[in-house]
């Protein structure tokens, strides 16, 4: 079945410890997202990839960091830069919104991170 | 500037129709979506509507577009237990390299 995996679940972090979140999708999708979702708001975009080896930030990349170096994978990593980090972290694909088609996009299923 | 807006709460009764309501200000988007969040869940969609349409019907969902006020709804008949999550509203355009998606609004179905 294609989907998109994202791991772990959960994940806590040490206050000063960098951590990556994985997500790997098989739809053979182009384009690829991180969102970051904090209670009672909406999505916010820290980073996009619309191909491979290219990825450009989104409205709160910093304290952030990704890397697009195979179509399948893109993983965030949550370095000690970012202050507030405990949230829920949303990955998703999509064919890459430059053609014009429909560009559904297809979601994980999140990684909790919370700082302790 | 792109924004889209929704308001965040919604309770209905079982049985009744829910009406979720979103507007946006970017007059060239092209898709419009609806999404669907279950608690600790990803997104799902649920339904797209192309800019130069009215009105989609699929099943229990209706999607409204009025371009003129950028104005999009999303109705739910018969509106379920099940249906409880919280629903986002999002846009897209051609050429354009992000999705902006809503705040979300949160259904709460009344047994």
């Not at chain 1, 965030?76 to 560009?103: D, E």
């Not at chain 2, 309770?11 to 009406?19: A, N, Y």
Request: some cysteine; overall charge neutral.
């Amino acid at each position: 079945d294609g989907g998109i995996t994202q791991s772990p679940k959960y994940l806590f972090r040490k206050e000063g410890q960098n951590v990556t979140l994985s997500c790997e999708q098989n739809l053979n999708h182009d384009a690829m997202y991180w969102y970051r979702q904090d209670p009672g708001q909406g999505l916010r975009l820290i980073y996009y990839s619309q191909i491979v080896n290219d990825f450009q930030k989104g409205d709160i990349a910093e304290g952030y960091s990704v890397s697009r170096e195979k179509k399948e994978s893109f993983p965030l990593t949550v370095t000690s830069a970012q202050k507030n980090p405990t949230a829920f972290y949303l990955c998703a694909s999509s064919i890459p919104l430059r053609t014009g088609r429909n560009t559904e996009a297809f979601f994980g299923q999140g990684t909790r991170l919370t700082v302790v | 500037g792109e924004d889209v807006e929704q308001s965040l709460f919604l309770s209905v009764r079982e049985g009744d129709s829910s009406v979720i309501n979103c507007t946006y200000t970017d007059s060239s988007s092209t898709y419009l979506y609806w999404y669907k969040q279950e608690p600790g869940a990803g997104l799902q969609l649920l339904t797209y509507i192309f800019s130069n349409m009215d009105m989609k019907q699929d099943q229990r969902l209706t999607v409204l577009l009025n371009k003129k006020d950028k104005h999009l709804s999303l109705r739910i008949a018969d509106t379920q237990t099940g249906d409880s999550a919280i629903y986002f509203c999002a846009e897209s355009k051609a050429g354009g390299f992000k999705t902006i998606f809503g705040a979300g609004t949160r259904l709460f179905v009344k047994a």
